[in-house]
């Protein structure tokens, strides 16, 4: 999978700007604020059709602009986000496409960020953004079930707010949640074994250490237990007054030689783990869809100390796209040709 070019018109802090990209590796330089991630953060909202830096796509139109638009150029044909003031428009190679299904991951990228180490300190919520996210673009059968679940969820709750819900209703409504619910946990099963068949090697080949790391799921239930568990717990819905099980509230958490990571490990290892859960998640994507993703580097590697730069940069998939983003090019370790992008301020306007 690889991008040919990508031009933004009204969008963040650029007015018109049109990037061509060369099929193997990138550079992005220039100062802080001047729109490095802003590119990345564009390729992402073409890959998930929404940004992960905010959950209001206004933010994304240019100060006191109408509109928003990326137009990336692939070899997997033309993609087309058009964000205006009351909603988000997609198209494919010119045509409408009313589906998010039929849009997400059809580009897929995976971006490594300082701040992916804040999922160890996000909610459950937030890092189950992470995983709907990253299956919806592999698994059509995931996203649809997931839309169908939370569209009955706010049924569901919606009735149990009322003083005498109607029985009969929730009854249909758990019926009808079952078969989702077994889709959600049985591809977020599927999800979390291919990370576990990978993790630990990508740990080792990143810290040169030979560490165990190993992703628990913390999932609602067994899905032979689906049925029960809604019978079992409505009465707990009626005292709480809204659905107190199912995936909505499933987790996980990262294990490190058998000991919770999060309790154990230093800054360093941390990081690294997330850069492993990346690499391992990129095999994920290669399995599902026979296609390496784009790897986008935000700032990821002047944090990185020689060693682990040059370890991370040599188990990047060979025929990966890649994209970098730094301050400086003098810090980085880069033995291959490259096309450089040199950002400047007074260019964007
Ligand atoms: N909607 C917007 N309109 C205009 N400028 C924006 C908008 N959103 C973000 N910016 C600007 O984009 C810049 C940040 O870009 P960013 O890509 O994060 O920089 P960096 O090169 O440090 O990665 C800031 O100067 C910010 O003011
Ligand atoms: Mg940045």
New binding site residues.
Partial sequence: MLIRSVALN?????SRRYFEFDPHLNI?I????????????SILVVSNTKSY?TSDD????????DF?RINLVSDEGTFKVVINKKNKSLYINNELIKKTSEFIGRINAVLFKPSDLELFTQSPGERRKLLDIEISKVSKRYIQALLKYNYLLKDKNKLLKELEPDRILLNVINESMEPLIAAIIEEREKFFQTINKYISEKYSQISGKNTEIRIIYEKCCEIEEIKNELERTKEKDDYYHYAVFGPHHDDYRFLMDGYDLNSIASQGQKRMTLIAFKFALIRYIEENINKTPIVLL??ILSELDKENQERLLRIIPENAQVII?N?DIHNLLIDKEYRLIE?K?EENV
């Fill in positions: 009204d969008y963040r802090n650029y992005i220039g100062k802080n604020g001047v729109g490095k991630t802003n590119i990345l953060e830096r206004q933010n994304l139109i240019r100060k006191d602009c928003a935000d700032d983003t301050t950002l301020e």
